[in-house]
């Protein structure tokens, strides 16, 4: 069984900052990728930054410059520091992780969301 839990959302104004956390825990023998997306309502989930080992970091356009994706391997954790936030950053934000497991073949995993608001 693996987790993924994330936290650090919430509601902030605009041009503040914002840092996600998520943590993958369970029966890991490795970890490739590490991300985050993000879903708003009535758009498509999208691809906001993701980091793969070696220290291969890719944003998506709209966040470049503003965000920043950071990885401790040692804790199986992945952030997200995310500055001068606009209004159209609001969206529910998801972690995902390509994970190995003793035994089985590559997968990928999950949090649950965690929305950030970005209003005045």
């Known amino acids: 069984q693996v987790q993924l839990v994330e936290s650090g959302g919430g509601l902030v104004q605009p041009g503040g900052s914002l840092r996600l956390s998520c943590a993958a825990s369970g029966s890991i023998s490795a970890i490739i990728d590490m991300g985050w997306y993000r879903q708003a309502p009535g758009n498509q989930r999208e691809l906001v930054a993701s980091?793969?080992?070696?220290?291969?970091?890719n944003y998506a356009d709209s966040v470049k410059g503003r965000f920043t994706i950071s990885r401790d391997d040692a804790k199986n954790t992945v952030y997200l520091q995310m500055d001068s936030l606009k209004p159209e950053d609001t969206a529910v934000y998801y972690c995902y992780a390509k994970i190995l497991r003793p035994g089985r073949a590559w997968s990928d995993y999950w949090g649950q969301g965690t929305q950030v608001t970005v209003s005045s």
């Open positions: 980091s793969t080992s070696g220290d291969s970091r």
